[in-house]
């Protein structure tokens, strides 16, 4: 643990006592190799995102486990949305590179594990470790780009950041689903290896960091509180409706402690000498939008990229490749508009930017709505390269507006609170439409499938994301199980039309007339 400590204690920020060192003596950040290592850290966690729903339906049908699908990406975003804020808070007392260090060394060790399991439960637990380290990935690499370049330059920048997601998209789903059909699934978590490495090198040789040795005091009790709360508001949401009943003792009793624990928590933060979250970043109006925001464009984001596939390959009969093709237009989408939003937010400001994002969020949800089986893959690419588009404009412009508005000694946690928010958002909607999907496939099979055949349960689905599976198993059978695919997802999509409205009303409240923000 001492050792640990040093580690961060050598990481403090050079831009906060840059002017009392001698001009001779400075080592000078090479922005345009730090952007590259930031950019393929981001790559390693886009990646991630884009490679594992694409392999999903591939690992179900190797592993089993249908009823735990959701749990497979819930327990990724739970790590990942607890520990962002306390890597945000650490990198404003000890700096930069060390903690995205740690976070890089522990997600690829993550990374190698996934690829090991033998079970689902396996599966989730390592999903588990790795969402511990990627919860330092995306949050700190944006607030290095934010310390180094301006507001106008940042606003560029971002376009180069979103690119990212563009060639994961494009390279994620297609590697995916060359591995899983020629060689094995559990190649789309190693492939992280070689990034990461790549990543920490050109950190510690191009961003220069100056030591300033002082005592933190750390708010473990306010991490503590906070992973409480959210874990057990997550397996209210899951469980609930599928195994448990809503009114049931333990989901009755989960919830209780999850708004006990965040009681305790905004409590504990009131008092706590350096908080995890300091709650004065949230006074100002746009920063409190933009964040209830991004909360909503969480729970949608992980709606669509997680359950897709599987009303692609599973309803649509179609391969992992041509899933994962559904999907990469979404990260195609985002790339572009964040490059349009770089421009947008010089010209026509913050709030008129996130309304035209609030128009495309709403119009893609429209066409995930309406899609069927008949329509075909093409429709829901298009569906999803919309809902990337109105993600690109709107992160964006939350992303440059809050980094411009707080100091140095604020900016990884006000970035970090920012993707908090997000992530709980994807917590949420992984545990809830998650929630939703199997209590309604569970309803359709019980009210359909009971004078055919018995033995249909929420787990005979996984025969669906199966085609060997699929093709040899009877069609009175396979057309339940796809018409209570086809109801679920239909349900999930409503839901994801419900946070587009909210999304596109909030940012309606941004205010109108914004106050200059400095650099």
């Known amino acids: 643990m001492a050792e640990f400590s040093d580690l961060f204690l050598e990481g403090k920020y050079l831009s906060q006592n840059l002017h009392k060192i001698p001009q001779g003596k400075r080592k000078v950040t090479k922005k345009p190799f730090v952007l590259a290592s930031v950019m393929l850290a981001m790559f390693m966690g886009a990646i991630e995102a884009t490679i594992v729903s694409t392999a999903m339906p591939a690992i179900v049908g190797d592993l089993g486990g249908f009823a735990l699908y959701s749990w497979v990406f819930s327990?990724?975003?739970?790590m990942n949305a607890v520990t962002v804020l306390i890597y945000g808070k650490l990198s404003d007392l000890f700096g930069r590179k060390p903690v995205l260090t740690f976070g890089i060394i522990i997600f690829l060790i993550g990374s190698i594990l996934c690829g090991f399991a033998e079970s689902m439960t396996a599966l989730i637990i390592f999903r588990l470790i790795q969402g511990f380290g990627a919860g330092a990935v995306m949050p700190i690499a944006t607030t290095i780009v934010g310390d180094i370049y301006t507001k106008?330059?940042?606003?560029?920048?971002?376009?180069?950041?979103?690119?990212?997601?563009?060639?994961?998209?494009?390279?994620?789903?297609?590697?995916?689903?060359?591995l899983v059909e020629f060689v094995s699934w559990r190649y789309v978590f190693w492939v992280n290896i070689p990034l990461g490495i790549m990543a920490i090198a050109g950190l510690w040789l191009f961003l220069h960091e100056n030591v300033e040795r002082k005592k933190h005091q750390i708010d473990y009790a306010g991490a503590v509180l906070l992973t409480v709360s959210i874990s057990s508001l997550m397996f209210v949401l899951v469980e609930g409706g599928t195994n448990w009943a809503w009114n049931s003792i333990e989901a009755i009793s989960l919830l209780s402690v999850s708004v006990i624990a965040f009681v305790l928590f905004i409590l504990q933060e009131q008092k706590a000498a350096e908080p995890i979250m300091p709650f004065n970043i949230w006074k100002e109006k746009p920063l409190l939008i933009a964040n209830l925001a991004s909360l909503t464009t969480g729970v949608m984001l992980i709606g669509i990229s997680s359950f897709l596939p599987a009303f692609v390959q599973g309803v649509m009969e179609r391969s992992p490749i041509v899933a994962g093709f559904?999907?990469?237009?979404?990260?195609?989408?985002?790339?572009?508009?964040?490059a349009a939003a770089g421009k947008l937010l010089l010209k026509i400001g913050f709030r008129s930017t996130s309304v035209i994002g609030g128009v495309f969020l709403i119009v893609g949800s429209i066409m995930f709505v309406t899609l069927t089986p008949e329509a075909g893959p093409v429709w829901a690419a298009a569906g999803s390269f919309l809902v990337g588009a109105g993600m690109g404009l709107t992160t964006t412009a939350f992303i440059v507006s809050i980094q411009s508005t707080v100091e140095w000694n604020q900016r990884g946690i006000a970035t970090a609170a920012n993707m908090f928010m997000r992530n709980l958002g994807n917590t949420i909607g992984a545990a809830l439409l998650g929630g939703i999907l199997n209590s309604q496939?569970?309803?359709?099979?019980?009210?359909?499938?009971?004078?055919?055949?018995?033995?249909l349960s929420l787990d005979s689905a996984n025969v669906l994301l199966n085609e060997d599976a699929r093709n040899s198993m009877d069609e009175g059978i396979k057309e339940i199980l796809q018409n209570g695919l086809t109801v679920s997802l239909h349900s999930v999509y409503y839901a994801v039309l419900?946070?587009?409205?909210?999304?596109?009303?909030?940012?309606?409240?941004?205010?109108?007339?914004?106050?200059?923000?400095?650099?």
């Open 75 to 78: 327990a990724y975003l739970l």
């Open 152 to 178: 106008e330059e940042r606003a560029q920048v971002q376009g180069y950041l979103s690119s990212v997601w563009g060639i994961s998209a494009i390279m994620g789903p297609a590697i995916g689903g060359l």
């Open 326 to 338: 559904t999907l990469t237009t979404m990260s195609i989408g985002w790339p572009i508009a964040s």
């Open 441 to 455: 496939i569970k309803s359709y099979i019980q009210k359909n499938g009971e004078g055919i055949d018995a033995s």
């Open 498 to 519: 419900l946070f587009a409205v909210i999304s596109f009303l909030l940012v309606i409240a941004l205010p109108k007339h914004e106050k200059e923000i400095a650099d």
